[in-house]
């Protein structure tokens, strides 16, 4: 019997059995098959094969919610792992708004390019891993390839529930990464790159190769600048992370649970009137594609900011309930979790201005980034880390930075923007896409 049909008949088990104790429920089950390779001293120094499958179920019983997850399919396993989730929500507190809601919904990932054929060898792998130490060790400056791999991974999802929905996905993806350690007259600078994508040949390996090498010879002889209040433009995977750790901004979950500061401002300006920001269900050559969200929901595309007024927020179905707003289908839900709130493409679109006028007169700007999510206060807004960058004018890079500290308010920040540019750039992972942005002032602590 295929993987799939496996899948099929363990998830339809138990939804029997759910039913038959009295109980709604919905299944998610997957498999996923990973193969990772890692390189160092020019030999390989992990070859790791992996395979795993896990269902989950969750049941709601008079208004008790419970999860529970078993590895096995083995009927037995399946029985076990229904009344355990039942026991477990005999224990639970009473939640009104949790119900199975998606009703006869029969959704199919059907984007062809999230799911290719594999056609090279585990040759062509090794050598790619290899490659990647052995070309940026033969790089005049470099010291060692501290961190080399490529890994790949494809998985199938299904999600059914108890009225009728059923759900299916699948996805492959390769990836493959390396860092670059430069130690040139008493100094050390490091940068890591890496590259994603939905086949073997489209990875950049030569690509990621000259980023990581030249950004760490760029670096090598950063230092801090003066004390001050700079304008400041993000790298994208630097903007992402900034974002990423204040998101529960748009999150309707933290708002049921009170630490959104944004619950009571919908209709009200919290951005720059430059910035709109979308949740995109699709994007080409987006990593986040999927039909259904985590309750089975169709996805579609959520609107968040229009010209700086928040105009809603990412919602599943049962935190919608609790507003009384729109569902967004923005359910997050694995095999092994409990129902959560999950954004699939973050996108802020284009603005009016050009590179050269984004770029224009002084300013910062930010390639990496530490400390971000230790660093910041998603309520208060407040944040402090590390930085390292480029004091640049009109678009060029004056000298490196490095050893600085980065601190501001992100509520404030992002109502100060200078401007916004005319090219909307996907980050490394496919998750993120954003124009260039400027900020008009953080506070940077140097010398």
């Not at 980034?369 to 944040?383: C, K, R």
Request: aromatic letters at 8%; one cysteine or more.
């Amino acid at each position: 019997m295929s993987e799939l049909n496996n899948l099929e008949n363990a998830l339809e088990q138990v939804l029997e059995l759910a039913t038959k104790q009295g109980a709604t429920a919905d299944v998610i089950a997957s498999s996923s098959e990973s193969f990772s390779l890692k390189s160092d001293q020019g030999e390989l120094s992990e070859y790791k094969v992996t395979a795993s499958q896990v269902i989950g179920v969750r049941v709601i019983k008079d208004e008790h919610v419970a999860i529970s997850y078993s590895e096995s399919l083995e009927p037995e396993s399946l029985a076990q792992m229904v009344n355990q989730a039942l026991t477990n929500a005999s224990y639970t507190k009473k939640d009104a708004f949790q119900k199975i809601r998606a009703e006869g919904l029969t959704l199919r990932t059907e984007q062809p390019e999230i799911y290719q054929q594999d056609n090279a060898t585990p040759e062509q792998k090794i050598e790619l891993a290899l490659s990647l130490e052995r070309q940026i060790r033969e790089k005049p400056l470099a010291k060692s390839a501290p961190y080399n791999g490529y890994s790949e991974n494809s998985a199938l999802v299904l999600l059914g529930n108890t009225l009728g929905t059923r759900c299916s996905h699948q996805e492959r993806t390769f990836s493959c990464y390396t860092a670059a350690l430069i130690d040139h007259n008493d100094k050390q600078a490091m940068h890591v790159a890496a590259s994603i994508a939905r086949t073997f040949d489209g990875l950049a390996p030569d690509k990621i190769i000259n980023d990581a090498y030249e950004m760490a010879e760029a670096l090598l002889e950063g230092e801090p600048i003066a004390t001050g209040q700079y304008s400041v433009i993000f790298e994208q995977d630097c903007l992402n992370d900034v974002l990423g750790a204040f998101g529960s901004c748009f999150s309707g979950e933290s708002a049921k649970r009170g630490t959104n500061p944004w619950r009571d401002k919908i209709g009200e300006q919290v951005m720059s009137p430059l910035l709109t920001f979308k949740d995109m269900a699709y994007m080409p050559g987006g990593f986040s594609i999927k039909a259904f969200d985590g309750e089975g929901f169709a996805t579609s595309d959520t609107p968040l900011i229009e010209e700086g007024k928040l105009v809603g927020l990412l919602h599943n179905s049962a935190t919608a309930a609790h507003f009384g707003a729109a569902h967004t289908a923005n359910a997050g839900r694995s095999a092994k979790g409990t129902l959560s709130v999950s954004s699939r493409h973050d996108v802020i679109s284009a603005g009016a201005s050009s590179e050269a006028e984004v770029t224009a007169g002084e300013y910062l700007e930010l390639v990496e980034l530490q400390g971000v999510h230790s660093g910041a206060d998603a309520i208060s807004g407040e944040f402090s880390f590390g930085a390292s960058g480029f004091l640049c004018r009109d678009g060029k890079r004056l000298k490196p930075v490095r050893g600085i500290t980065v601190a501001g308010n992100f509520y404030t920040m992002i109502k100060e923007v200078e401007a916004v540019g005319n090219t909307v750039i996907p980050n490394y992972d496919g998750c993120f896409f954003a124009p260039l942005i400027r900020f008009a002032r953080l506070n940077v602590a140097g010398k």
